[in-house]
């Protein structure tokens, strides 16, 4: 039980910091700052942390929601303008899903993808 404990932690603290980059990456400079942050504390709090583990659990829940947030003010362009579609460097062309918070994350991602790229 110790080992699965052990590797699910630090698979989510790598996790956390990956979404981080991404956001970064992707141009929500405050959400991926703060799951930076909360990965490297994840990081070196790891069983010397003498908090609660309900109260840590209720921070981490808190930072996930700001990032969720910041998420959702992603502003996507109208479908129906081909200008607006055509603005921003993408990496690739995607359909909208109808589900506004999927085409947010889809776009960050997208937008994330295009600053990897190589020249």
Sequence with gaps: MGTFKKTAMWTGIVLTGLCGIVLLGGGKIVSGSLLIVTAF???LLVG????PVWLRAVILCAIFALVIWN???TELPDPNDPIAMGCGELAFDYEPSGIK???QVVRIFNSF???AAPS
């Design 71 to 73: 998420i959702s003010t």
């Design 113 to 115: 993808l295009a600053q």
């Design 48 to 51: 010397r942390s003498k908090i």
């Design 101 to 103: 918070f999927l085409d």
């Design 41 to 43: 504390v994840m990081a």
